[in-house]
């Protein structure tokens, strides 16, 4: 059946995969215009602030690491960065490079789980890697070893893959020998021509000529790094400010349709975090091979096409590769595995950049360094309203396409975003209503 421009009726999607998390998708459209978009997250919350009400500081990093499975570095990371605020302790060069290093890890994981295995089928014809796996088997297996490079690294640094157990308030528990770092060298230096080749294929797929007006933000360091795990939060309007005044720009509401809240920057209608942000913002802080990968891909200095995340992804990718290069031929060790962190009353704050983008911690703490309140905010309650606003735009673009063709579409267009609904991946159940 055709979806006609001037119809009025109901079609259903059901069991859309390759996304993390359970939600639905319910647009109405009247007499071919695009009514009501909600992104509906149904997924039961599970109160994770609540949870570390009353427990140790130094816990919160074992705590909210199990906010997700694929991420959990990014949250280990920022609670860290909001404890040693408060408590007034700065990292050491070594251990915050080690610390670098470990989030290179999630990163190569997190992007080449997304760009072959739930993204790239998309584009290439296939419901999932299973089918795309028996017709291209050298492409999923490419992925495979992208993804079992980033584990090294976490298990290496992190002492395993999910979950990690090394990480400390003040730096690592134990420090990884020369003989281990070196052991994975191998892998990651086979990761990076991996990376390399995987821009040069998803610069080739067919992409949707879309083009977004969304606000971005995403962190920028002061040490003309490349933005991972720390950095000012900058926007495209030309504001800049630090961890401490998220909450003086970014606020939260609850809306009916989700269990999520839905996040507002400022006076922007919507705005983005994630790969697009950050590499349009930071397009100047890409290494020498990630900068030339993204300029033969035809990126340009900004992206606003977002089914051209993939490639973005990819390109970080290829930046997270060289970054734990460099890491592991300049560690030298270090004198410590963490400097000491005594409580003290106050209130910190921590972002880093997520592979999904920007993740913001606060805590508030005692003297004697029990946790009184906390807030997160992840990237996925960040980007629904540009989500929305994304499918919106499709479904007005491409509303005369055969069902089915815009289905797959409006699937896309979630997964472009990679969505962390929650750490499994369940369905999407998706309605679009005609009347």
Not at 108 to 123: K, R
Not at 197 to 202: D, H
Not at 320 to 335: K, N
Request: charged share 25%.
């Amino acid at each position: 059946m055709t979806a006609k421009s001037d119809a009025n009726y109901l079609f259903r999607v059901a069991n859309l995969a390759r996304v993390e998390g359970e939600g639905a998708l319910r647009i109405r459209v009247r007499d071919g215009e695009v009514g009501e978009v909600e992104l509906q997250i149904f997924e039961p919350p599970r109160f994770f602030e609540a949870l570390l009400r009353g427990r140790a500081f130094t816990e919160a990093p074992d705590i909210t690491a199990r906010i997700c499975g694929i991420c959990p570095v990014a949250y280990q990371t920022s609670s860290c960065q909001a404890m040693e605020q408060v408590c007034e302790v700065e990292l050491p060069e070594e251990l915050r490079r080690l610390r670098r290093l470990l989030y290179c890890g999630e990163w190569i994981e997190s992007h080449a789980l997304h760009v072959y295995l739930l993204h790239a089928p998309d584009f290439l014809g296939y419901p999932g890697a299973v089918e795309l796996a028996k017709d291209h088997r050298d492409v999923v297996e490419r992925g495979l070893r992208l993804k079992k490079a980033g584990n090294a690294l976490m298990t290496v640094v992190g002492g395993r893959a999910v979950h990690p157990v090394n990480v400390r308030v003040g730096g690592f528990h134990r420090l990884p020998t020369l003989d281990e770092l070196r052991a994975v060298r191998a892998d990651v230096a086979r990761a990076l021509d991996d990376a390399i080749a995987t821009v040069e294929v998803t610069a080739g797929f067919d992409f949707p000529e879309v083009e977004h007006p969304h606000e971005y933000l995403s962190l920028r360091p002061d040490n003309g790094e490349y933005p991972i795990e720390n950095g000012l939060i900058v926007a495209t309007s030309g504001v800049t400010f630090p961890a401490d005044d998220f909450e003086a720009h970014i606020s939260e509401q609850h809306v009916a349709r989700s269990n999520a809240l839905h996040a507002k920057f400022d006076d922007a209608d919507s705005y983005l975090v994630g790969p697009l942000a950050r590499y349009s913002l930071n397009y100047d802080r890409l290494s020498p091979l990630a900068r030339a990968a993204a300029d033969k891909a035809g990126l340009g200095r900004t992206c606003r096409n977002p089914f051209r995340s993939i490639v973005v992804r990819s390109v970080e990718l290829v930046q997270a590769c060289e970054d734990a290069l460099a890491i592991l031929d300049s560690w030298d060790g270090a004198p410590d595995a963490s400097v000491p962190v005594k409580p003290r009353a106050g209130v910190g704050h921590g972002v880093s950049e997520a592979p999904r983008g920007i993740l913001y911690h606060r805590y508030q703490i005692s003297d004697d360094g029990t946790i009184e309140t906390a807030r997160i905010v992840p990237p996925t309650s960040q980007n629904q309203p540009a989500i929305e606003a994304d499918l919106r735009q499709v479904v007005e673009s491409f509303i005369d396409l055969p069902e089915d063709v815009l289905a797959l579409r409006c699937e896309q267009t979630i997964r472009n975003y990679d969505p962390c609904i929650s750490c499994a991946t369940h369905f999407l159940d998706m309605r679009i209503e005609r009347e």
